[in-house]
């Protein structure tokens, strides 16, 4: 009976194909988690899916790029936006839905990189990390701590208005929610950004932002309609005290712009305490030579003197927490000013890094996000930089760098800032360093920088004389980043 | 009525053999586990720092953990002695003790008499030390220890007086 075979067969073969259509209508297949989130961290991306899936990494050559497929898995409706900075060695990051079920993510790499992939055992979240491996067998890091963030929409700003008398200006911002902001210092002289993440503009919100005002030169907003990342650049006419005010109850943020403290007056009047880093059997940093090695100490200590030497000139009242080669505790250097009621406290230091000729130019560094002295190291740092001919390293946060900051700094009362003047392991930098004539220099500029934070600068600046920046939020949003604290109830 | 009888019989098995179908094809889809490439052996990450342009870029290095060993040790043994470690040659770790959320880090005197100067280097010293750290979710604070002593700073520009979160 092979007819009655070949029609049996016909009936399951019909049985299959009918019944998978008719399966699949009557059971609508569940849906896929979706990717969620891709954050960057460091050199490590994250990636987040929305319940379990399997990540699978490979390399591609020409161009060089790491490519992750997570199965199975779809884009979600939202488009992502990547959070953090994407790591210098990666070019750009793509992903698409490469195929139904698989969601790929392509990293575009500049150069050869090692990388490591592993997943979370929840199978939400993978963890790439970017870098050279120290292993050859290098096995991939584990996930310890999952730091998942959902992303909330970004906030408006529906309205900003001055409120100015003539001691302060006031600029109040209307938000539809409360949001954290950060105030950080630009580069060049007497420029601050006051950084607003996750914030876009109302589209009521006026256009026109500038003010008279005698403190304020101009105010720039920079709106970014996707919501990642408005900012204002705000440009003082001289060194000024710029403070966030959040209100407890209403989503508002008031930037208040104030003469600094101790700027009053002369620098005559002025009494400044002046510290030379380390110094006696605490060298410093070490620059080496052929046949020789410069001490930071004796360079800190040859600055120092010429600061004093121009400062008395002056007529102002000096103190240095040492006078010759001796060792001076720590923490005693900022105890002597608290306990003369000195008016600034200026620390002299010259940096090193870990390589030599890796890091090149001139810092100065304030405490935390103390406005005033914010205001003093813009004020030393604009003129220093017009005078060393090195690379401008901005005046920065201490907690930039470290979170606890400077000892000196962070245990001085008065406006205080710490300078490093070069980089003595760099060897363009130590030839100034050990040159009389620099020494010279950057002994004028900071006694000029004092004067232009107590006097305010000689000639008002003209928009043809100050350099033209534009507002980069994103890109000046790096370490440099000073979090204005929130209240604490938000 | 022999020919009926045949052809009702196949009818029937063509039924049954329909219905077999049916239920073959309507079974949920089997997620089968699909090689990855993937494992998630136990390591660690230090973290190592450098310029780009003047701002501070963190590289993780993942380091494998051996079977029985204490991934904090590892971790921090390791950072002292990866290349690009900002730590002074010859660093070595003498303990490492987490009480309520304190890691108090003992390191062996290298740390301050090999220390080479800059707050950069010193900086860096603490934040790769306080990154590295970081992962443990037992550790809340770190302090810094040279042969058993508290230390208020390595190379007199940071402040170490006291514990330092590391998140
Ligand atoms: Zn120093």
């Not at chain 1, 008398?165 to 600029?171: F, H, P, V």
């Not at chain 2, 450098?50 to 290095?61: G, L, M, P, S, Y």
Request: charged share 25%; hydrophobic share 40%.
């Amino acid at each position: 009976m092979p007819r009655a075979w070949r029609i049996l067969a016909w009936a399951f073969w019909l049985g299959v194909v009918g019944g998978r259509i008719l399966a699949q209508t009557a059971e609508p297949a569940p849906p896929l988690p979706t990717l969620q989130a891709l954050r960057w961290e460091e050199s490590v991306l994250y990636i987040v899916a929305s319940g379990k899936v399997t990540f699978h990494t490979f390399t591609l050559r020409e161009p060089l790029r790491v490519v992750v497929d997570i199965s199975p898995c779809s884009l979600p409706s939202e488009p992502i936006q990547p959070e953090g900075d994407t790591p210098t060695a990666v070019e750009r990051l793509r992903w698409a839905q490469f195929k139904e079920g698989v969601v790929r993510v392509v990293l575009d790499l500049r150069s050869d990189t090692q990388y490591a992939l592993s997943t979370d055992p929840s199978g939400e979240q993978a963890m790439l990390a970017l870098g050279s491996a120290p292993d050859p067998q290098g096995e991939p890091p584990r996930l310890v701590a999952p730091p998942a963030k959902p992303a909330a929409p970004p906030a408006e700003l529906i309205q900003m208005e001055w409120e100015s008398n003539e001691e302060e200006a006031r600029l109040r911002l209307r938000l539809s929610r409360k949001v954290a902001v950060r105030l950080q210092p630009h580069r060049e002289g007497y420029q601050t950004i006051l950084e607003l993440p996750q914030v876009k503009p109302s589209a009521a919100l006026p256009a026109d932002w500038n003010v008279k005002h005698p403190l304020i030169e101009e105010v720039q907003f920079s709106g970014d309609e996707k919501g990642v990342r408005s900012a204002l650049l705000i440009r003082t006419t001289r060194a000024a005290s710029l403070r966030v005010e959040y209100d407890k109850q209403q989503p508002v943020i008031t930037l208040a712009i104030n003469r600094p403290r101790n700027a009053h007056g002369k620098l005559s009047e002025k009494h400044i305490v002046i510290d030379p880093g380390h110094g006696g059997k605490s060298l410093g940093a070490v620059g080496r030579e052929k046949d020789s090695v410069v001490y930071e100490k004796d360079i800190n200590l040859a600055i120092a003197r010429r600061v004093r030497q121009l400062l008395l000139k002056e007529k102002a009242t000096v103190t240095m927490t040492r006078e010759d080669d001796s060792h001076v505790e720590l923490y005693a250097r900022p105890q002597l000013a608290n306990d003369l009621g000195a008016d600034f406290f200026i620390s002299i230091h010259c940096d090193s890094t870990p390589k030599p000729n890796s890091a090149s130019g001139t810092t100065t560094y304030f405490h935390a996000s103390d406005p005033d002295g914010r205001a003093l190291a813009q004020a030393i740092q604009k003129h220093l930089a017009a005078v060393t001919g090195l690379p401008n390293r901005g005046a920065r946060s201490d907690t930039a760098i470290y979170q606890s900051g400077f000892a000196v700094l962070r245990r001085s009362n008065m406006p205080a800032v710490l300078i490093e003047v070069a980089y003595i392991n760099h060897d363009v930098d130590r030839a100034k360093l050990k040159d009389p004539k620099f020494q010279q220099k950057v002994a004028e500029a900071i006694v000029a920088g004092l004067r232009a934070y107590v006097e305010g600068e000689r000639e008002a600046q003209t928009a043809q004389q100050r350099r033209e920046v534009e507002v980069r939020p994103a890109s000046d949003r790096r370490e440099e980043d000073i979090p204005v604290q929130m209240p604490e109830q938000l | 009525m022999k020919t009926v009888l045949r052809l009702l019989v196949v009818l029937l098995l063509a039924i049954l053999a329909f219905g077999g179908g049916y239920w073959y094809a309507s079974r949920r889809p089997q997620l089968a586990p699909r090689p990855t490439g993937v494992t998630t052996k136990p390591s660690v990450v230090v973290y190592v720092p450098r310029f780009v342009d003047t701002r501070t870029e963190w590289e993780a290095k993942p380091v494998p953990v051996g079977e029985g060993e204490d991934p904090l040790r590892v971790a921090l043994e390791h950072l002292l002695i990866t290349r690009d470690t900002p730590f002074p040659q010859g660093t070595r770790l003498l303990g490492v003790n987490v009480t309520e959320g304190v890691a108090e880090v003992n390191f062996s005197r290298e740390l301050i008499d090999n220390f080479p100067g800059g707050s950069t280097t010193e900086a860096w010293i603490v934040e790769s030390l306080r990154k590295t750290l970081a992962q443990f979710s037992d550790v809340e604070r770190a302090r810094i220890l040279v042969e058993g002593k508290p230390i208020d700073t390595i190379g007199e520009h940071i402040d170490l007086s006291q514990p330092v979160a590391v998140r």
